[in-house]
């Protein structure tokens, strides 16, 4: 099966929709574990103006322990055999295990998002060897243990900045030519740390590829007012809007209509501000 790619529309930010097959995702999860529930959802976030979907079935939230590659393709499989055929936007598989990664590719997924950054060689090797794309995103340590105590003595944008540089050459290399780049809010960082991120976005630019950025409902949100996740989407539209001004390309979310008609708007006033 061809590999889709992603369409970029000129000046119009990429929406990547989640689907998260797990129980225990800080926000959604048990919601899409049936595999007719995770097809239909799939479906669904298309149809609402996702450019991409991207699925997960390994919950990555502070603290949590992970999921065998036995158990996370047994989530993934059933639904990704089932949509990879009707849907007419590119997958990601949000995974970092590289035989979970290999699984899914043969299966017609089209780019593998993976949040450790490809620092595995196995996981850049099965990206490449299928022709597929690559989400490279940072995180400072672990799931179980990152917010423990992030520190950036190099300073938080600069050292994620050369983190990046670092692992999109070593793609390159390896013959991995669809890059886009994620600093990664939220994973290993404090509440200074992602608004620095997301303030400083532009410094990631010089580095000529595509950026994303996943803020939904994450908890820099709660923390700055205090909301249960599934209630944080003001805050992750405020948050888009800014990382699209600032120049991401691609925001990932979990509420597809309504970033979509957002990040429209972010999207219009942006074109005209750069027209003045
Ligand atoms: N955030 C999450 C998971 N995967 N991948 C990228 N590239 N960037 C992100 O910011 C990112 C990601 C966390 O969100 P979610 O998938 O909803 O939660 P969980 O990990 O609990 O399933």
Same mark, same amino acid.
């Given at each position: 099966?061809?590999?889709?790619? +992603?369409?970029?529309?000129? !000046?119009?930010? +990429?929406?990547?929709?989640?689907? &998260?097959?797990?129980? $225990?995702?800080?926000?959604?999860?048990?919601?899409?574990?049936?595999?007719e529930a995770a097809a239909e959802r799939a479906l669904e976030l298309e149809a609402q103006g996702a450019g991409l979907i991207d699925i997960g079935a390994e919950s990555s939230r502070p603290g949590s322990a992970g999921v065998s590659a036995a158990e996370e393709l047994a989530r993934l499989l059933g639904p990704l055999r089932a949509i990879v055929k009707k849907l007419r936007v590119p997958v990601s598989i949000d995974t970092c295990k590289s035989e979970v990664a290999a699984a899914c590719l043969a299966e017609g997924a089209d780019l593998i998002n993976d949040i450790t950054g490809f620092t595995d060689e196995n996981m850049v090797r099965a990206t490449a060897a299928a022709g597929a794309g690559a989400i490279v995103m940072h995180m400072q340590g672990r799931p179980r243990d990152m917010q423990a105590a992030p520190a950036y003595a190099g300073g938080v944008v600069p050292e994620i900045h050369a983190f990046l540089a670092g692992?999109?050459?070593? @793609?390159? +290399?390896?013959?991995? &030519?669809?890059?886009?780049?994620?600093?990664?809010?939220?994973?290993?960082?404090?509440?200074?740390?992602? +608004?620095?991120?997301?303030?400083?976005?532009?410094?990631?630019?010089?580095? !000529?590829?595509?950026?994303?950025?996943?803020?939904?409902?994450?908890?820099?949100?709660?923390?700055?007012?205090?909301?249960?996740?599934?209630?944080? @989407?003001?805050?992750?539209?405020?948050?888009?809007?800014?990382?699209?001004?600032?120049?991401? $390309?691609?925001?990932?979310?979990?509420?597809v209509r309504e970033a979509a008609q957002a990040m429209a708007v972010a999207d219009a006033l942006k074109k005209a501000g750069a027209a003045k």
């Open positions: 099966m061809p590999v889709k790619k +992603l369409n970029y529309k000129s !000046g119009r930010t +990429l929406i990547c929709g989640v689907l &998260n097959i797990t129980p $225990d995702s800080f926000s959604d999860g048990g919601r899409y574990l049936a595999p692992r999109a050459a070593a @793609l390159k +290399l390896a013959g991995v &030519n669809d890059i886009i780049l994620d600093p990664g809010i939220g994973f290993g960082k404090t509440l200074q740390d992602n +608004l620095d991120l997301m303030a400083g976005l532009a410094r990631f630019k010089a580095l !000529g590829l595509p950026l994303l950025v996943g803020v939904s409902r994450k908890s820099f949100i709660g923390a700055l007012f205090p909301s249960e996740p599934a209630a944080r @989407l003001p805050g992750t539209i405020a948050a888009c809007t800014v990382c699209v001004m600032n120049g991401a $390309d691609i925001v990932r979310v979990h509420d």
